[in-house]
């Protein structure tokens, strides 16, 4: 008989599982045209609308001049703008373009699509247990 799961081993195995899906989310969606870092920074983009280097640099917990270099990728490959701060002349806004927006999209259609796959090859037994399991998971958030 096995030991009833503590809350401690629990948090820890789903953290884990959590940052597996994550990184599959991720995968799923990912190409070899952006590095994993001009990805994030997109992404955070596309949730946070316009932003500066330096407030994404903060956000990913990275050097002002390292997010220097990624926007500047980002921005060769067509998918940011840079414009003059209109109240401080000396900070330029980071901005989505279309096709920024467009790649964003895809990602998370990517994403879904690997989820519904995934999900598809369960046996009906445990995809009811992946639903059940939603359920109680959404108690944890209230």
Same mark, same amino acid.
Request: charged share 25%; glycine share 6%; no cysteine.
């Given at each position: 008989?096995?030991?009833?799961?503590?809350?401690?081993?629990?948090?820890?195995?789903?953290?884990? !599982?959590?940052?597996? =899906? =994550?990184?599959?989310?991720?995968?799923?969606?990912?190409?070899?045209?952006?590095?994993?870092?001009?990805?994030?920074?997109?992404?955070?983009?596309?949730?946070?609308?316009?932003?500066?280097?330096?407030?994404?640099?903060?956000?990913?917990?990275?050097?002002?001049?390292? =997010?220097?270099?990624?926007?500047?990728?980002?921005?060769?490959?067509?998918? !940011?703008?840079?414009?003059?701060?209109?109240?401080?002349?000396?900070?330029?806004?980071?901005?989505?373009?279309?096709?920024?927006?467009?790649?964003?999209?895809?990602?998370?259609?990517?994403?879904?699509?690997?989820?519904?796959?995934?999900?598809?090859?369960?046996?009906?037994?445990?995809?009811?247990? !992946?639903?059940?399991?939603?359920? !109680?998971?959404?108690? =944890?958030?209230?």
């Amino acid at each position: 008989m096995t030991d009833a799961p503590t809350p401690p081993q629990t948090a820890h195995d789903l953290r884990t !599982v959590i940052a597996r =899906m =994550m990184r599959r989310f991720r995968e799923a969606g990912a190409d070899d045209a952006l590095t994993p870092a001009q990805a994030s920074a997109l992404a955070r983009l596309g949730k946070g609308g316009v932003s500066t280097v330096s407030a994404l640099a903060t956000a990913e917990r990275v050097r002002p001049q390292s =997010m220097a270099a990624t926007v500047e990728a980002l921005e060769r490959a067509g998918f !940011v703008t840079r414009s003059q701060d209109p109240s401080d002349g000396r900070r330029q806004i980071i901005d989505l373009t279309q096709a920024g927006s467009a790649r964003i999209e895809g990602q998370k259609d990517a994403a879904a699509a690997w989820l519904e796959q995934a999900l598809a090859e369960l046996d009906p037994d445990d995809l009811r247990t !992946v639903s059940s399991a939603m359920t !109680v998971l959404e108690k =944890m958030l209230r």
